[in-house]
Structure formats: structure tokens, C-alpha cells
């Protein structure tokens, strides 16, 4: 059975590795968002060089399911990247809880932490930011959705105000 400093290497491995996941979650929010803006973008500039006649109901029709599905998805990338600070409760690893201490009580809780107690720090932490890795790209996926779908509405308005 391995010993407490090998878990720990572990820990810290699979801890990383969470990380990652949160940070490539954050990387598809900025490709999202920034297709989704270039997409109302041309929405709103099509439409002001559209003359009176391409804007029939059904353009109208179009404009706002293609902006209010991107708008959708711009929404849900936002509430992907918003920082979860909650962390397991006492813990030295958890940025959330470690800036709840003055520095001076962090670093005596932490010289005088064993080495079993920092193992399960690591393993809450691991906990905690899987749970934020999930709830992240849930929101990701959401906002993929919206974006995916915008498209057929964006192409349908985009045609009929550039027709000519």
C-alpha cells in the first residue's frame, strides 16, 4: 500500500489535472463568445444597411431568434466562467479559505498540518474543483447549444436583409 507522501504526489497529480479541465473549460468560453458576438455583429450591421423592404416580419422573425439564441449562449459562457470560490470548509489549499485567514494564522495552520491532514485537504480539493470542472462545462455545453442552433435563424435573417 502506498505511503501517505506517495498519495500526496498523486493528490497533487489529479489536482492539476482538474485544473486543466476548468481551464479548458474557460478557453471554449472565449471561442464561443467570440464567434457569438461576431455573429449579432453582423446581425445588427446587416440590418442597418438593409433598406425598409427586407425587413418584413419574417426577417424580424429571424433577427430575434438568431440574436436572442446567441444572446443565450453569451449568457451561459458568462455564468461558465464565473469564479467559484466556495471551498471545503478549514482547508489550506482552497483559495476561497485560505484568503479568510490573515497570513500569519495560514502559515501556523499550515506548518502544523500532518501529513495524513494535508492527504485529505488534497482529496477535498480534488472533490471540489471536479465539482466545479462539472458544473463549468455544463454551462459550456449550454451555451454551445444556443450557439449551434442561432446559426439557422442567423443564415435565414442574414439572407433576407442582404438580399438584392
Not at 480534488?126 to 442552433?149: D, G, P, T, Y
Request: with cysteine; glycine share 6%.
Amino acid at each position: 500500500m502506498p505511503d501517505v507522501k506517495e498519495r500526496l504526489a498523486v493528490a497533487q497529480w489529479v489536482l492539476e489535472r482538474n485544473l486543466a479541465w476548468i481551464a479548458a473549460a474557460e478557453v471554449k468560453v472565449g471561442v464561443i463568445v467570440a464567434i457569438d458576438t461576431a455573429m449579432l455583429g453582423g446581425l445588427a450591421t446587416a440590418f442597418g444597411a438593409s433598406d425598409a423592404t427586407a425587413r418584413t416580419v419574417w426577417a424580424c422573425l429571424w433577427i430575434t431568434s438568431a440574436a436572442g439564441t446567441a444572446v443565450g449562449g453569451v449568457l451561459c459562457a458568462a455564468i461558465a466562467i464565473l469564479p467559484r470560490v466556495s471551498g471545503p470548509l478549514r482547508s489550506l489549499l482552497f483559495c476561497g479559505r485560505v484568503a479568510e485567514l490573515n497570513r500569519e494564522d495560514y502559515a501556523i495552520k499550515f506548518r502544523g498540518v500532518t501529513d495524513t491532514e494535508l492527504l485529505d485537504d488534497w482529496v477535498a480539493q480534488i472533490h471540489r474543483n471536479a465539482e466545479i470542472a462539472v458544473m463549468k462545462f455544463a454551462w459550456v455545453r449550454r451555451s454551445l447549444w444556443f450557439s449551434f442552433i442561432s446559426v439557422l435563424p442567423w443564415v435565414a435573417a442574414m439572407a433576407m436583409l442582404t438580399k438584392g
